[in-house]
């Protein structure tokens, strides 16, 4: 069964870093772009970044730019979202997303995990 | 960035009614738009792309249409775990934006 599923979610003060997971199972994560997308409080869906199946990609939305980063662990079928100096608007559920064909970069997002949550609060 | 002004922003019906939501594009994004639905507490799902064609193990009830810079989704028919929160999403460029959801509630 093809799946992701974050994890990592915590509640931080500003200006503090956290680490997020995005494990797969059911499929080689290495064979597909990875997208994050996040969901504010009674907000709408905020594309956030990608990284390349080969890791030579990495995009950012202006938002996080200079502030989050990208990193993947094929060993353990894992992607890793780095978030550095975080803000009170950084709050959010963090979906991880694959790519729908391997070792391009389509566009179309499944599946999907169930999210994990950011709390940044003083 | 393309903005993505979805339309409505909630829409109350019955079970067994048609309901149409739409989606327009600041920008022509040939075709490349996706629908999206989310439950709380659940990964979000792929329902529909390009603009009509139905991602696998989706009831035939969903259906998607459009070009250019204007797109629907419609359900035929609602089932009772249809209501939910659903989403456009275009990925003609990055950075992907969304629509800002409509949120489909029991009458």
């Known amino acids: 069964q093809v799946e992701l599923v974050e994890s990592g979610g915590d509640v931080v003060q500003p200006g503090r870093s956290l680490r997020l997971s995005c494990a797969a199972s059911?499929?080689?994560?290495?064979?597909?772009?990875i997208h994050w997308v996040r969901q504010a409080p009674g907000g709408g869906l905020e594309w956030v970044a990608l990284?390349?199946?080969?890791?030579?990609?990495?995009r950012y939305a202006d938002s996080v730019k200079g502030r989050f980063s990208l990193s993947r662990d094929n060993s353990k079928n894992t992607v890793f979202l780095h978030m550095d100096n975080l803000r009170l608007e950084d709050t959010s559920i963090y979906y991880c997303?694959?790519?729908?064909?391997?070792?391009?970069?389509?566009?179309?997002?499944?599946?999907w995990g169930p999210g994990t949550l950011v709390t940044v609060s003083s | 960035d393309i903005h993505m002004t979805q339309s409505p922003s909630s829409l109350s019906a019955s079970v067994g009614d048609r309901v149409t939501i739409t989606c327009r594009a600041g920008q022509d994004i040939t075709n490349a738009v996706a629908w999206l639905q989310l439950k709380p507490g659940k990964a979000p799902k792929l329902l529909i792309y390009a603009p009509s064609t139905i991602q696998s193990g989706v009831p035939s009830r969903f259906s998607g249409s459009g070009s250019g810079t204007d797109y629907t989704l419609t359900i035929s028919s609602l089932q009772p775990e249809d209501f939910a929160t659903y989403y456009c999403q275009e990925f003609y460029t990055i950075p992907y934006t969304f629509g800002q959801g409509t949120k489909l509630e029991i009458k």
């Open positions: 990284i390349s199946y080969d890791e030579a990609d990495k």
């Open positions: 997303a694959r790519d729908s064909d391997p070792g391009m970069l389509r566009g179309r997002l499944d599946p």
């Open positions: 059911g499929f080689r994560l290495s064979d597909f772009v």
